[in-house]
Protein backbone atom coordinates (compact mmCIF):
# COMPACT_ATOMS: atom_id res chain seq x y z
CA UNK A 1 0.00 0.00 0.00
CA UNK A 2 1.16 3.53 -0.84
CA UNK A 3 1.40 5.77 1.90
CA UNK A 4 1.21 10.24 1.42
CA UNK A 5 4.61 10.16 2.08
CA UNK A 6 6.00 7.96 -0.54
CA UNK A 7 3.37 9.55 -3.36
CA UNK A 8 5.11 12.73 -1.88
CA UNK A 9 8.43 11.09 -2.82
CA UNK A 10 7.71 9.91 -6.34
CA UNK A 11 6.27 13.33 -7.12
CA UNK A 12 9.39 14.94 -5.52
CA UNK A 13 11.46 11.96 -8.02
CA UNK A 14 9.52 13.36 -10.85
CA UNK A 15 9.99 17.14 -10.22
CA UNK A 16 13.69 16.64 -10.01
CA UNK A 17 14.03 14.65 -12.66
CA UNK A 18 12.20 17.13 -14.92
CA UNK A 19 14.33 19.75 -13.53
CA UNK A 20 17.54 18.01 -14.64
CA UNK A 21 16.25 17.04 -18.60
CA UNK A 22 15.28 20.79 -18.61
CA UNK A 23 19.20 21.70 -17.27
CA UNK A 24 20.58 19.25 -19.50
CA UNK A 25 18.45 20.04 -22.81
CA UNK A 26 19.44 23.39 -21.70
CA UNK A 27 23.47 23.23 -21.40
CA UNK A 28 23.03 21.01 -24.78
CA UNK A 29 21.25 24.09 -26.62
CA UNK A 30 23.88 26.44 -25.11
CA UNK A 31 26.93 24.03 -26.45
CA UNK A 32 24.92 23.88 -29.60
CA UNK A 33 24.97 27.56 -30.30
CA UNK A 34 28.67 28.01 -28.87
CA UNK A 35 29.86 25.10 -31.30
CA UNK A 36 27.41 27.26 -34.14
CA UNK A 37 29.26 30.45 -33.41
CA UNK A 38 32.69 28.98 -33.76
CA UNK A 39 31.67 27.26 -37.20
CA UNK A 40 29.97 30.39 -38.58
CA UNK A 41 31.77 33.25 -39.85
CA UNK A 42 31.81 36.15 -37.84
CA UNK A 43 29.69 38.81 -39.72
CA UNK A 44 31.28 41.53 -37.13
CA UNK A 45 34.61 41.07 -38.81
CA UNK A 46 33.47 40.69 -42.13
CA UNK A 47 31.56 43.77 -42.39
CA UNK A 48 34.00 46.16 -40.35
CA UNK A 49 36.37 44.45 -42.97
CA UNK A 50 34.46 45.27 -46.11
CA UNK A 51 33.37 49.26 -44.69
CA UNK A 52 36.62 50.07 -43.41
CA UNK A 53 37.99 49.04 -47.31
CA UNK A 54 35.17 51.02 -48.83
CA UNK A 55 35.53 53.87 -46.75
CA UNK A 56 39.48 54.62 -47.17
CA UNK A 57 39.48 53.36 -50.72
CA UNK A 58 36.01 55.46 -52.13
CA UNK A 59 37.17 58.39 -49.84
CA UNK A 60 40.66 58.03 -51.96
CA UNK A 61 39.22 58.50 -55.28
CA UNK A 62 36.59 60.78 -54.07
CA UNK A 63 39.80 63.37 -52.78
CA UNK A 64 41.33 62.21 -56.28
CA UNK A 65 38.41 63.82 -58.25
CA UNK A 66 36.72 66.52 -56.10
CA UNK A 67 37.77 69.83 -57.52
CA UNK A 68 37.59 71.12 -53.66
CA UNK A 69 39.56 68.81 -51.84
CA UNK A 70 41.64 70.28 -49.27
CA UNK A 71 44.00 67.25 -49.88
CA UNK A 72 46.07 66.56 -52.72
CA UNK A 73 45.36 62.89 -53.85
CA UNK A 74 47.23 61.56 -57.36
CA UNK A 75 44.87 59.24 -59.17
CA UNK A 76 47.36 56.46 -59.22
CA UNK A 77 47.26 56.84 -55.54
CA UNK A 78 43.72 56.92 -55.72
CA UNK A 79 43.19 53.80 -57.02
CA UNK A 80 46.40 51.91 -55.26
CA UNK A 81 44.61 52.78 -52.14
CA UNK A 82 41.21 51.76 -53.65
CA UNK A 83 43.01 48.38 -54.88
CA UNK A 84 44.96 47.43 -51.50
CA UNK A 85 42.20 47.82 -49.08
CA UNK A 86 39.55 46.02 -51.62
CA UNK A 87 42.34 43.04 -51.57
CA UNK A 88 42.94 42.89 -48.14
CA UNK A 89 39.54 42.65 -47.15
CA UNK A 90 38.86 39.99 -49.58
CA UNK A 91 41.80 37.95 -48.66
CA UNK A 92 41.19 38.53 -44.87
CA UNK A 93 37.76 37.52 -45.68
CA UNK A 94 38.24 34.51 -47.29
CA UNK A 95 41.08 33.08 -45.00
CA UNK A 96 38.16 33.68 -42.12
CA UNK A 97 35.65 31.60 -44.07
CA UNK A 98 37.91 28.96 -44.62
CA UNK A 99 39.07 28.81 -41.32
CA UNK A 100 35.65 28.59 -39.41
CA UNK A 101 34.14 25.94 -42.27
CA UNK A 102 36.90 23.51 -42.40
CA UNK A 103 35.16 21.15 -40.07
CA UNK A 104 31.98 21.74 -41.94
CA UNK A 105 30.86 18.92 -44.31
CA UNK A 106 27.90 18.38 -46.55
CA UNK A 107 25.96 20.90 -47.90
CA UNK A 108 26.59 23.48 -45.81
CA UNK A 109 30.53 23.06 -46.81
CA UNK A 110 29.62 22.95 -50.68
CA UNK A 111 27.83 26.27 -50.07
CA UNK A 112 30.36 28.22 -48.49
CA UNK A 113 32.50 27.18 -51.44
CA UNK A 114 30.32 28.14 -54.30
CA UNK A 115 29.74 31.32 -53.04
CA UNK A 116 33.22 32.47 -52.06
CA UNK A 117 34.05 31.75 -56.25
CA UNK A 118 30.91 33.36 -57.06
CA UNK A 119 32.53 36.57 -55.44
CA UNK A 120 35.54 36.04 -57.61
CA UNK A 121 34.19 34.94 -60.68
CA UNK A 122 31.56 38.44 -60.47
CA UNK A 123 34.65 40.86 -59.82
CA UNK A 124 36.80 39.54 -62.72
CA UNK A 125 33.51 39.82 -64.99
CA UNK A 126 33.70 42.76 -63.87
CA UNK A 127 37.00 43.32 -64.88
CA UNK A 128 36.32 42.22 -68.09
CA UNK A 129 33.35 44.11 -69.02
CA UNK A 130 34.93 47.42 -68.18
CA UNK A 131 38.33 46.35 -70.25
CA UNK A 132 36.10 45.69 -73.49
CA UNK A 133 34.54 49.11 -72.54
CA UNK A 134 37.61 51.20 -71.95
CA UNK A 135 38.09 50.42 -75.54
CA UNK A 136 35.21 52.17 -77.17
CA UNK A 137 37.04 55.31 -76.39
CA UNK A 138 35.03 56.49 -73.36
CA UNK A 139 36.55 58.82 -71.05
CA UNK A 140 38.51 58.36 -67.84
CA UNK A 141 35.62 59.82 -66.01
CA UNK A 142 33.37 57.47 -67.52
CA UNK A 143 35.56 54.26 -66.95
CA UNK A 144 35.41 55.22 -62.57
CA UNK A 145 32.13 55.64 -62.62
CA UNK A 146 31.88 52.03 -64.57
CA UNK A 147 33.89 50.69 -61.53
CA UNK A 148 32.73 52.25 -59.01
CA UNK A 149 28.88 51.79 -59.45
CA UNK A 150 29.89 48.38 -60.88
CA UNK A 151 31.72 47.32 -57.70
CA UNK A 152 29.07 48.51 -55.67
CA UNK A 153 26.43 46.57 -57.65
CA UNK A 154 28.34 43.11 -57.35
CA UNK A 155 28.48 43.21 -54.08
CA UNK A 156 24.75 44.31 -53.34
CA UNK A 157 23.95 41.06 -55.47
CA UNK A 158 26.19 39.28 -53.66
CA UNK A 159 24.84 40.08 -50.30
CA UNK A 160 21.21 39.62 -51.41
CA UNK A 161 22.30 35.91 -52.67
CA UNK A 162 24.21 35.00 -49.66
CA UNK A 163 21.26 36.26 -47.40
CA UNK A 164 18.12 34.64 -49.51
CA UNK A 165 20.70 31.78 -49.31
CA UNK A 166 21.58 31.41 -45.32
CA UNK A 167 18.60 33.37 -44.54
CA UNK A 168 19.79 35.90 -43.23
CA UNK A 169 17.83 39.10 -43.42
CA UNK A 170 20.49 41.88 -42.27
CA UNK A 171 22.69 40.28 -45.13
CA UNK A 172 19.78 40.73 -47.73
CA UNK A 173 19.18 43.75 -46.24
CA UNK A 174 22.18 45.30 -46.42
CA UNK A 175 22.56 43.64 -50.69
CA UNK A 176 19.82 45.73 -51.11
CA UNK A 177 20.97 48.92 -49.69
CA UNK A 178 24.40 48.59 -51.52
CA UNK A 179 22.21 47.77 -55.19
CA UNK A 180 20.29 50.89 -54.40
CA UNK A 181 23.16 53.66 -53.03
CA UNK A 182 25.19 52.30 -56.42
CA UNK A 183 22.62 53.41 -58.81
CA UNK A 184 22.03 56.80 -56.64
CA UNK A 185 25.43 57.05 -56.97
CA UNK A 186 25.27 56.45 -60.33
CA UNK A 187 22.75 59.14 -61.15
CA UNK A 188 24.96 61.35 -58.73
CA UNK A 189 27.41 61.36 -61.26
CA UNK A 190 31.66 61.77 -60.36
CA UNK A 191 33.12 62.57 -57.78
CA UNK A 192 30.32 62.51 -56.28
CA UNK A 193 29.80 58.41 -56.28
CA UNK A 194 32.49 57.94 -54.56
CA UNK A 195 31.40 60.02 -51.40
CA UNK A 196 28.24 58.57 -51.51
CA UNK A 197 30.07 54.58 -51.78
CA UNK A 198 32.20 55.93 -49.20
CA UNK A 199 29.98 57.27 -47.14
CA UNK A 200 26.64 55.22 -47.02
CA UNK A 201 28.07 52.17 -48.56
CA UNK A 202 31.40 51.89 -46.49
CA UNK A 203 29.96 53.42 -43.46
CA UNK A 204 26.80 51.70 -43.25
CA UNK A 205 29.01 48.10 -42.85
CA UNK A 206 30.78 49.87 -39.76
CA UNK A 207 27.53 51.18 -38.34
CA UNK A 208 25.74 47.11 -39.02
CA UNK A 209 29.50 45.76 -37.62
CA UNK A 210 29.30 47.76 -34.57
CA UNK A 211 25.72 47.48 -34.18
CA UNK A 212 26.20 43.68 -33.75
CA UNK A 213 28.93 44.07 -31.53
CA UNK A 214 27.13 45.37 -28.99
CA UNK A 215 24.19 43.58 -28.86
CA UNK A 216 26.43 40.54 -28.96
CA UNK A 217 28.05 42.35 -25.99
CA UNK A 218 24.65 42.59 -24.00
CA UNK A 219 23.85 39.53 -24.68
CA UNK A 220 26.75 37.93 -22.97
CA UNK A 221 29.15 35.02 -23.73
Known amino acids: MTTSSDQHDLAD ?50 LA ?12 LAGTTLFVSLASAMVI ?22 YRWTWMVGFVSLAAIISGVTRTGIDDAAIGLLWAAGSGLVIGLLY ?11 QFALGAWFAVVSGAGAVAGTPWIYLVLAVAGGGGLLAVAATLAARSKLSGP
Open 13 to 62: DGTHTDLAAAESLALIEAQRREVGAQLEPDARLLYGLWGLALLIGEGAFF
Open 65 to 76: TWDDSPVEVSMP
Open 93 to 114: SSVHIARRVAGVQGNSSRQGMF
Open 160 to 170: MAGGAMWLDRT
